[in-house]
Nanobody
Framework: QVQLVESGGGLVQAGGSLRLACAVSGRTFSSYTLGWFRQAPGKERVFVATISGSGGSTYYANTVKGRFTISRDNAKNTVALQMNSLKPEDTAVYYC??????????????????WGQGTQVTVSS
């Protein structure tokens, strides 16, 4: 019912920037809570950022606060993650996710019903 496709991953030097994008299907996209998660090698998938349906509310993991910005374009059914001041510890597969129920500040993977395939982000030191 809902499909998500991430893009924009790649290799970047520490201190650099990268912008991820996710295209989302769905007739009621504007009501979906959207999120970004990441999974580093040998680690569990963890929360990165989330954004409300209107785009008016955002919430970030402490590890990325001040460096990453989540945004959405409801006219184009997309959500983006602007990543600045990247660190080697940001290296991970990044996933976008959707919660059609519109939960506020959803930080748990279990709160999202749909997931993309992920895009690799590698930050070199």
């Amino acid at each position: 019912q809902v499909q998500l496709v991430e893009s924009g991953g790649g290799l970047v030097q520490a201190g650099g920037s990268l912008r991820l994008a996710c295209a989302v299907s769905g007739r009621t996209f504007s009501s979906y809570t959207l999120g970004w998660f990441r999974q580093a090698p040998g680690k569990e998938r963890v929360f990165v950022a989330t954004i409300s349906g209107s785009g008016g509310s955002t919430y970030y993991a402490n590890t990325v606060k001040g460096r990453f910005t989540i945004s959405r374009d409801n006219a184009k059914n997309t959500v983006a993650l602007q990543m600045n001041s990247l660190k080697p510890e940001d290296t991970a597969v990044y996933y976008c996710a959707a919660d059609p129920t519109g939960r506020a500040r959803a930080t748990l993977g279990a709160e999202y019903s749909y997931w993309g395939q992920g895009t690799q982000v590698t930050v070199s030191s």
